[in-house]
């Protein structure tokens, strides 16, 4: 079964600073997609970036990147300028392409906090 | 409606009754997931349906855990015999597909259950 781990329950950053988020992941699946979600108070999961695993280069959705490490079955997320409305819980989560794999797992999470 | 939508928000139950908790996905999206959040936790995988049928029930924790789709759009999750532990939010998502490329599930807001 594939698991997925975020080491850091918190974390928190000075506000326009930089920070990245760790996230590991187990699977003997060589084709999957792994995501980060962002879930604020109002308990909405939100998609913040996917990753396709067949694909090398490390996604981009413009403050947000990822550090896709296939080998190391690493998978962090930065967040550049950090803002205020960044602030939330961020989710690790993978999924599998066959058939039936329809399903997300998600790590326990990271609580971001970012301070003025 | 434009996402999707879950009631009621919240539920207070006592522990051993009965309680439905009801989803509404996004209109023309075929796949529909029910996970729960337990405090502190990420999501756990439910059940996942495709259509009227039950694609996926490997995550529904034991019989008194049950869901329809009836007619494919409206899903209900149905618990009976409600103990403290299921206290949690109750999250659903709903996608395009199933196919092997991939679909972005939208999640709805969720309903916090609290059984006392």
């Known amino acids: 079964a594939q698991t997925v781990t975020q080491s850091q329950p918190e974390m928190s950053v000075q506000e326009a600073e930089t920070v990245t988020l760790s996230c590991t992941y187990d699977t003997s699946e060589s084709d999957y997609y792994l995501f980060w979600y962002k879930q604020p108070p109002s308990r909405q999961m939100i998609l913040v970036i996917r990753q396709e695993a067949y694909k090398q280069q490390n996604a981009t959705e413009n403050r947000f990147s990822v550090n896709f490490q296939k080998a190391a079955k690493s998978f962090s997320l930065k967040i550049s300028d950090s803002q205020l409305g960044d602030a939330a819980m961020y989710f690790c989560a993978y999924r599998g392409v066959i058939q039936g794999a329809q399903k997300l797992v998600f790590g326990q999470g990271t609580r971001l906090t970012i301070n003025p | 409606g434009a996402g999707v939508s879950q009631t009621p928000s919240n539920k207070v139950t006592e522990k051993g009754k009965y309680v439905e908790l009801r989803c509404d996905p996004i209109s023309g999206h075929t796949a529909l997931y029910w996970y729960r959040q337990s405090l502190g936790q990420g999501p756990e995988f439910l059940i996942y349906f495709q259509g009227t049928g039950a694609a996926d029930d490997s995550g529904l924790p034991n019989d008194r855990f049950f869901a329809v789709r009836p007619e494919g759009s409206v899903s209900t999750l149905k618990i009976q015999r409600t103990e403290r532990g299921d206290s949690a939010v109750y999250l659903c998502?709903?996608?395009?597909?199933?196919?092997?490329?991939?679909?972005?599930?939208?999640f709805g807001p969720g309903t916090r259950l609290t059984v006392l």
């Open positions: 998502a709903s996608s395009r597909g199933p196919t092997r490329t991939y679909n972005e599930q939208f």
